[in-house]
């Protein structure tokens, strides 16, 4: 039978259209089986519970298991390679974090670029760091802290978590910036970090809020906080940027999948988890964690993360940071 192009257009366009319906079908169903997220760091780490906070709140929205496989190493590197190469069906999601950023310019030869192979679905968290000194130091603030480190160039030391973290690279943000010289001190982890700053061994550190405790309890002293706007919880103590202008530096944690992942499957997650951050119970159990919630759009996050890693690159380069 042959027919007319009356009769062959009508039929062309509603072929065409069957595999953008039924995309929207598939992500009107999504998920029918469990998804897992993975993350870059050991089990209850504050990331890691982060994302199980998500995860249990997405299993109760969408129904079907959120399942985290932590797999650590190589400052998140190993999470993110797998999630890259994932297929992109939604079924495979990736706490992306702030070391991914750092990453990008620090690690030679990866088998991944963080900003072409992953999505960004949504942004979870900003982590705020503090500026602090054993109480034994003399500054007092943060103009008193650069004119002594410029007075005794080289003689102060700053712990960090280990090269390449968060903490280290806003020592060397801030050296850049103020022009002073400090001799960075890697550690093993923020504990053993934070010990010996409390002990005397090293003078300043750049630490997450979880040293907030400590900060109360008269053992170190904060000089100021690293974002943009002072804490709820330290509402006495400045940011840095209130005597040096620009500066701001906060780690993330955020939900993201392989590149190609189906946009309706972006838009559903991304609508539920920032439900999830509106909700007091757990937006409350998240704040308490020193975290301050951050929603938003994808095109957000992605903006965000695009930001961050500029940044870091060009304080990579500037202070010639390689791994040891």
Not at 23 to 32: E, G, I, N, S
Not at 193 to 214: E, H
Not at 300 to 314: C, L, V
């Amino acid at each position: 039978m042959k027919l007319s192009r009356r009769q062959f257009l009508p039929l062309a366009a509603g072929a065409a259209a069957l595999p953008a319906m039924s995309r929207v079908t598939w992500a009107l169903d999504y998920p029918t089986r469990p998804v897992r997220i993975l993350v870059g760091f050991p089990a209850g780490q504050s990331a890691d519970i982060t994302t199980r906070l998500i995860g249990q709140w997405l299993s109760e929205r969408l129904g079907q298991p959120f399942i985290v496989e932590n797999r650590p190493g190589a400052a998140t590197n190993i999470a993110t390679e797998a999630a890259a190469h994932a297929v992109p069906d939604g079924y495979t999601l990736l706490c992306a974090a702030a070391p991914s950023a750092i990453n990008a310019a620090l690690y030679e030869g990866l088998k991944f670029s963080f900003i072409r192979d992953i999505a960004p679905i949504a942004s979870l968290v900003r982590v705020p760091f503090l500026l602090l000194v054993n109480p034994s130091f003399s500054a007092q603030n943060v103009p008193e802290f650069i004119a002594f480190a410029k007075a005794n160039p080289g003689k102060l030391n700053y712990a960090s978590s280990g090269i390449g973290s968060v903490n280290h690279m806003a020592g060397e943000l801030f050296k850049v910036m103020t022009g002073v010289e400090m001799t960075h001190v890697p550690y093993k982890g923020t504990v053993p970090a934070v010990t010996d700053l409390i002990s005397g061994q090293v003078q300043v550190m750049f630490a997450d809020a979880s040293s907030i405790g400590y900060i109360k309890e008269g053992k170190l002293r904060a000089l100021a906080v690293t974002t943009a706007k002072r804490l709820d919880e330290l509402p006495n103590v400045p940011t840095v940027r209130e005597s040096v202008p620009g500066f701001e530096v906060s780690g993330f944690l955020g939900i993201a999948a392989p590149q190609k992942i189906p946009t309706e499957i972006v838009a559903r997650l991304n609508r539920e988890i920032n439900a999830g951050l509106t909700d007091t119970t757990l937006s409350t159990r998240l704040k308490t964690m020193g975290y301050t919630v951050f929603s938003g759009t994808p095109a957000d996050f992605s903006g965000f993360i695009a930001e961050e890693t500029d940044k870091w690159s060009k304080v990579i380069r500037t202070r010639n940071i390689r791994l040891e």
